[in-house]
């Protein structure tokens, strides 16, 4: 067992509360998966974001940006939900991520609709090209 499978097994041995900050459908099968090996349940809960606000020229920097702001966001929506809530509550397990692809060195983020699909697939036909992910 890995060193980090060995500590993602201690914690979730104490039962905390998981949650995935993203509405990622691969991130979600991830998390399906981990949840089915190690015997835990984790909840998703999505921050509201305006991600378009959020720019960075260097793909590393957006992700992480994207990631903390998913996090603060979240982070204060648990804090007002737990105001009163006395302190029998299980510690909290917050991931948050983001990805974005490079094309041809520019950035692509999730299209917002299938007319941009088709705009990113006609001006960046894949054949011949490379792209990288960048997920944090």
């Known amino acids: 067992m890995t060193q980090l499978a060995s500590r993602f097994s201690k914690l979730v041995a104490t039962h905390p509360r998981i949650i995935l900050g993203t509405a990622s459908s691969s991130r979600r099968a991830i998390m399906d998966s981990l949840a089915e090996k190690y015997a835990f349940r984790y909840e998703v809960l999505k921050a509201d974001i305006d991600e378009k ?15 903390h702001a998913k996090a603060d966001t979240l982070m204060q929506q648990l ?17 948050t991520c983001d990805q ?3 094309h041809d060195g520019q950035i692509r983020e999730k299209p917002e609709d ?23």
Not at 58 to 67: D, G, I, K, N
């Open 53 to 67: 606000a959020i720019r960075h020229d260097e793909p590393r920097q957006l992700v992480m940006s994207l990631a």
């Open 79 to 95: 804090q007002e939900e737990s105001k009163g809530a006395g302190d029998g509550r299980p510690a909290t397990f917050l991931i």
């Open 100 to 102: 974005v692809v490079v």
């Open 114 to 136: 299938i007319a941009e699909v088709h705009r990113y697939s006609k001006a960046h036909p894949v054949s011949g090209t490379s792209q990288m992910s960048y997920t944090q």
